[in-house]
């Protein structure tokens, strides 16, 4: 029983480059959601999707940042011209439905932007 | 606005002690509650969780105890282990299956 999966683990890009961060939820979950965390620092919320549907995305930056979680496939968290403030450990989360509360956790994508 | 935050940065205990790690809420309308352990170079692993209908509940060498009161929540750790040396952190919800809000985490860190 495959847990949350991230793809990948560590990416570096360049400053004003994009990264594609990938979020493959557990077998069975339909709801995923995306935190960011700097080092030494709690987990912040930053989108909440159902399939092909965004229900929260309260802690999304309002520019660069967009995620999708489309009918087949990973959820994809983007972030165009990626500057280095956006380096940090994205995770994301995924639960069986709206009525559970219990969210799984992935390993996480270390971004480092240069 | 509303946050959830820890008393303590740092813990340091002895193999074979119990821990207790502490945790304060701000939002009266929370009303579930996690305790995650989060190792090094990983995400954050469930370990226990607790309904604001509760003041207590068990889990395997893991206690959490909710005090509404004052709005506080902290999670005992019987016979602490090494393998328990990680960071913890209390996460709130407020009723929909949404965003949960972190603390800042405490270390824990188990010495023989």
């Known amino acids: 029983n495959a847990g949350v999966m991230q793809n990948p683990r560590h990416l570096v890009r360049r400053r004003g480059q994009e990264a594609r961060l990938r979020c493959s939820p557990m077998k069975g979950h339909s709801h995923v959601y995306w935190y960011r965390q700097l080092p030494e620092e709690g987990l912040k919320f930053m989108v909440y999707l159902q399939k092909e549907n965004i229900i929260d995305e309260s802690g999304m930056p309002k520019e660069r940042f967009s995620a999708e979680f489309p009918k087949e496939g990973p959820s994809i968290l983007r972030i165009q011209q990626v500057v280095r403030g956006d380096s940090a450990a994205y995770f994301c989360a995924s639960s069986r439905g709206s009525l559970t509360y219990e969210q799984y956790f992935g390993p996480g994508t270390r971004l480092t932007v240069t | 606005g509303e946050s959830v935050g820890l008393h303590l940065p740092t813990l340091s205990v002895q193999e074979g002690d119990n821990s207790i790690i502490n945790c304060a809420y701000s939002?009266?309308?929370?009303?579930?509650f996690i305790w995650y352990k989060q190792e090094s170079g990983k995400g954050p692993q469930f370990i226990i969780d607790?309904?604001?209908?509760?003041d207590k509940r068990q889990g395997q060498r893991v206690t959490v105890l909710l005090n509404k009161t004052v709005k506080h929540l902290s999670l005992q750790i019987a016979a602490t282990q090494p393998g328990d040396s990680a960071v913890y952190f209390c996460?709130?919800?407020?009723?929909?299956?949404?965003?949960?809000?972190f603390g800042t985490g405490t270390r824990l860190q188990v010495t023989l």
């Open positions: 996460a709130e919800n407020t009723g929909t299956a949404s965003k949960l809000t």
């Open positions: 939002n009266s309308a929370s009303d579930y």
């Open positions: 607790i309904r604001s209908n509760m």
